[in-house]
């Protein structure tokens, strides 16, 4: 089974991104994206 999670930059807090993870993992999911309001490339981190 996979959950939907929303990503949120670790800068600016903004929610660009949603992606699918396992229900099962205990860790957040982290990635290195694109943020559209700081214009660069930062580290996107899985919200509540």
Partial sequence: ???K???????CNSRNYS???KADSAERLE???FCKSC?????HRETK
Avoid: A, G, P, Y
């Fill in 5 to 11: 999670v929303v990503l949120s930059c670790t800068s």
């Fill in 19 to 21: 992606t699918m993870k």
């Fill in 31 to 33: 990635m290195k994206k």
């Fill in 1 to 3: 089974m996979r959950k």
């Fill in 39 to 43: 214009n660069d490339h930062t580290i």
